[in-house]
């Protein structure tokens, strides 16, 4: 059974940081691409990154402030986040696959973690 759970949301405040993680099993973690995705309140979800290969790739938004990288040991995958802005509140969800196909494949995420920016 493939799982993924996400870990790590909270609420913080602006410029504060935090590090996700996404513990997985049930699937070939080392060699799968996998992606972060993150839902707004009334928005639809986007991609935030994504690890392919061991190359990385960031939204706009979060480049220079985030970083993906997988723990193959650990089989878990991170997003560390920082300089954290209230338009980076949303619901943050690993997925398997890259954002092409995770985005409209729900099967694919996880439950979810929520990441709250406010003052």
């Known amino acids: 059974e493939v799982r993924l759970v996400e870990s790590g949301g909270g609420l913080v405040q602006p410029g504060a940081s935090l590090r996700l993680s996404c513990e997985t099993s049930?699937?070939?973690?080392?060699?799968?691409?996998m992606c972060w995705l993150r839902q707004a309140p009334g928005k639809g979800p986007e991609w935030v990154a994504v690890?392919?290969?061991?190359?990385?790739f960031y939204e706009d938004s979060v480049k220079g402030r985030f970083n993906i990288y997988k723990d193959r040991s650990k089989k878990t995958l991170y997003l560390q986040m920082n300089s954290l802005k209230p338009e980076d509140t949303a619901v943050y969800y690993c997925?398997?696959?890259?954002?092409?196909?995770?985005?409209?494949?729900?099967?694919?995420w996880g439950q979810g973690t929520q990441v709250t920016v406010s003052s």
């Open positions: 997925a398997r696959g890259d954002p092409t196909e995770a985005l409209f494949n729900t099967a694919l």
């Open positions: 049930g699937f070939t973690f080392g060699i799968v691409d």
């Open positions: 690890i392919e290969d061991g190359d990385t």
